[in-house]
């Protein structure tokens, strides 16, 4: 009987330890974050400034670099990326005169979210002869995740934007494809001060969304670039066109105040590179700014 008695409490003991782990296992490791990174340039002497910054997790923003008259700053993230319930906010504003790149070396995946979802929320600003690339690693949709993207562009007549955006359906290395939950994505670009383009959609690979992407390259990165430029763009939308081939996919679209959109489908990170590569040689030349070749170099993925 007394053994019984010494038995009971450790059985019950045993029984709480595995329910609280259990609990522990379902809920969030660790309290959502809101975090991100407020940024602003100014022409100076010949040169770009960034003259004003806030940042917080979880971002992190590297000193500023030059290259000729141009400020790059590297964004990453310290963290393993992001999780349920995070928000990230990413202002920019590039004074008249000045330019700016803003990159990021890795890739940032958003994680398995059991409810809630992460945000991302961005708004750049680019004034009167100023220059702006925002050209960030891949986001990685893991398997489960939900992500909301919420993204605002104010371009004046004579800046020039070159923005792009990189998508993964999943990682690769685990087999994953088209797993997540859901995508959204809301874009709104202006010139001065008319709504030039509006993006509003949402993808559910549970309802078999976006089928051509997933049935041409079933593991491959999406990519959207937009590219505003006082420029005539009238001779490249065909060479654009043209980088189409049996690993990519290349689709580009005039805008109706100067520009263009392009959208681009890739078998792998391969046929990414080298197509992101060669359409950003196109828009170069045709912009006549000498954007820095440390962007390409800082760029890691894609080696």
């Known amino acids: 009987m007394a053994g019984t008695r010494m038995l009971l409490p450790i059985a019950s003991n045993c029984a709480d330890l595995m329910a609280l782990a259990e609990t522990e296992l379902t809920q969030p490791q660790r309290p959502a974050v809101q975090g991100g990174v407020r940024l602003r340039y100014e022409s100076t002497d010949n040169s770009t400034s960034l003259i004003d910054q806030w940042v917080r997790p979880p971002l992190h923003i590297a000193k500023t670099y030059h290259e000729n008259s141009w400020a790059i700053n590297l964004l ?13 906010k990413v202002e920019c504003t590039v004074g008249k005169g000045a330019k700016a790149a803003l990159i990021s070396p890795a890739a940032c995946r958003v994680h398995k979210m059991p409810e809630g979802k992460a945000i991302i929320q961005q708004h750049y600003r680019v004034s009167d002869d100023a220059v702006l690339e925002v050209w960030p690693a891949p ?11 919420i993204t605002k562009v104010e371009v004046e007549a004579s800046g020039t934007l070159l923005l792009t955006e990189i998508i993964s359906p999943g990682r690769t290395t685990y087999g994953e494809s088209f797993e997540f939950d859901f995508w959204h994505s809301q874009l709104r670009i202006y010139r001065l001060g008319a709504l030039l383009t509006y993006e509003n959609f949402q993808v559910h690979p549970r309802n078999n969304d976006v089928p051509d992407w997933r049935n041409w390259f079933p593991t491959g990165p999406y990519v959207s670039i937009y ?11 065909e060479p654009l066109n043209n980088l189409s081939s049996g690993e990519v996919a290349v689709g ?10 392009i959208k681009v489908l890739a078998q792998d990170g391969l046929a990414l590179r080298k197509s992101v590569l060669q359409i950003r040689e196109l828009l170069i030349d045709l912009s006549g700014i000498s954007f820095p070749s440390a962007l390409k170099r800082a760029q890691t993925f894609f080696y």
């Open 76 to 88: 990453t993230s310290p963290t393993a990326g992001l999780l349920q319930d995070d928000q990230l």
């Open 252 to 261: 580009a679209s005039p805008l109706r105040e100067g520009g263009l959109g």
């Open 139 to 149: 986001l990685v949709l893991q398997s489960a995740s939900k992500l909301k993207q």
């Open 227 to 237: 590219f505003l430029t006082p420029q005539s763009i009238s001779n490249i939308i």
